[in-house]
């Protein structure tokens, strides 16, 4: 993929709606201790099948949100392990109910 097309792509993923939920689940799950989560802010993406599903893992160096079939799946701190990991879902948190994420702002 091109530059161009990640970031299309990422933007797909990320939308100025959904920024806002991403941003406070890494804001409650203490990830990220200032800033949004702007899909402008992530650079790169990875993604592989399991079993009928599709994961998307989108990372900066920061912080990583990983989607399942488009939709969030979790966030996580980023950690180069994530690349290389057999089953990285297992380190994401869970998206949190809407009224806990917000708090978490």
């Known amino acids: 993929m091109t530059t161009h097309r990640i970031e299309d792509f990422i ?26 989560a702007k899909a402008s802010e992530f ?4 993604s592989w099948p399991s079993g009928a599903s599709r994961y998307h ?6 912080s990583a949100v990983l989607f399942r079939d488009g939709i ?3 966030v996580a701190k980023f950690d180069r392990k994530l690349l290389s990991k057999k089953n990285p879902a297992k380190r994401f ?13």
Request: aromatic share 4%.
């Open 11 to 36: 933007s797909s993923l990320i939308t100025p709606g959904l920024s806002e939920k991403i941003r406070g689940q890494l804001a409650a799950a203490e990830i990220v201790v200032a800033g949004e």
């Open 43 to 46: 650079h790169s993406v990875q």
């Open 57 to 62: 893992l989108v990372y900066n160096d920061a």
């Open 72 to 74: 969030l799946f979790g």
């Open 93 to 105: 948190r869970l998206p949190l109910p809407a009224g806990v994420a917000e708090d978490g702002l």
